[in-house]
């Protein structure tokens, strides 16, 4: 006959303590993962903010570049086939405004080494690609008084050093009427006065943020003359009144602050995501999801954040 021992029994309190020691392991696990995740959430929203500095700072370049580049080719064939614009409305149309970015000129200052094609349009949006006209000014060559804004520092910065030019330096503008040559009159810090502008003349206004970079102190302008006769303007300018504010100087799209926000959500929500994925999953495979996913999202936090900014920056 066989005996079946029965397993003894624990201590009194044994399997409590074995409970215990279960619970507090899976709660350091817990405690290990949550760290885990929001380590890597802060270490990949601070490389997103480092991101958008350097964007700013040398990633705008390039876009500005690319975008100069193409209008250039684009404006060049218009030339040759005369169908540039010549004023505010679309080539054949008299209601049809040109579409904001669409290449009206361009602008070549020597003595600063700028030559770039200017763009319909002063929004921030606009001028990452480039100088651009004020909309409800005619074009530079006609009568009047024409605005042509840039950039002091982000977007490939256009207008960096037109406040070193001095009185009498010449520089021409060139449209689909042809080339227009000015001489500059002056270079006006915020608070000074325009001279005035004879009847019948042609006065060309350049216009760019004054101040360090990326701190604006206000509006530096510098006038300058056109040098001969005015060339007819085939239509009229646009209303003032049809302006938005986000095209007068140092303005901002306020437009884009739902957007920003929208997007900066869906940053944050990725990176916590894929860092919850980094400790399921491991870390190479993670990064080989987050990487394409960081970067759109970061590359339109930061187009939205430029819309932000002072157009004139």
């Known amino acids: 006959m066989t005996l079946v021992h029965a397993p003894s029994p624990g201590a009194p309190g044994e399997g409590t303590r074995d409970a215990g020691r279960s619970a507090a392991s899976r709660c350091a696990r817990c405690g290990r993962a949550a760290w885990y995740v929001v380590s890597r959430t802060t270490l990949i929203l ?5 991101g958008i500095g350097g964007w700013l700072g040398v990633g705008s370049r390039l876009l500005y570049d690319r975008v100069q580049h193409d209008d250039l080719a684009t404006f060049q064939a218009e030339l040759a086939e005369a169908t540039a614009p010549t004023g505010p409305f679309q080539p054949g149309s008299r209601s049809k405004l040109l579409a904001p970015g669409t290449p009206v000129a361009v602008l070549t200052i020597p003595q600063i080494g700028l030559n ?7 929004t921030g949006q606009v001028l990452e690609g480039g100088p651009g006209h004020l909309r409800d000014t005619p074009l530079p060559g006609q009568r009047g008084i024409s605005v042509i804004m840039g950039r002091r520092a982000a977007f490939g910065g256009p207008f960096a050093r037109v406040s070193s030019l001095n009185a009498g330096a010449i520089f021409t503008v060139t449209t689909g009427q042809g080339v227009s040559r000015y001489r500059v009159l002056d270079v006006r810090p915020p608070g000074d006065s325009a001279l005035p502008v004879p009847t019948g003349a042609a006065r060309l206004i350049l216009v760019t943020a004054n101040g360090y970079p990326f701190v604006p102190t206000g509006v530096l302008q510098i006038d300058a003359n056109l040098m001969s006769a005015p060339k007819a303007a085939l239509t009229t300018a646009m209303p003032a009144a049809d302006l938005s504010s986000s095209e007068q100087a140092l303005g ?22 894929l860092s919850w994925l980094g400790a399921r999953w491991g870390r190479w495979q993670a990064r080989f999801v987050a990487i394409p996913v960081l970067v759109y999202l970061g590359a339109a936090v930061v187009d939205q954040m430029a819309r932000l900014l002072p157009n004139l920056l």
Not at 46 to 50: G, K, M, Q
């Open 46 to 50: 601070a490389v997103a903010l480092l």
């Open 116 to 122: 770039a094609v200017v763009l319909e349009g002063t």
């Open 252 to 273: 901002v799209d306020s437009a884009a602050r739902v957007s920003i926000v929208l997007w900066g959500e869906a940053l944050v929500l990725a990176a916590v995501g």
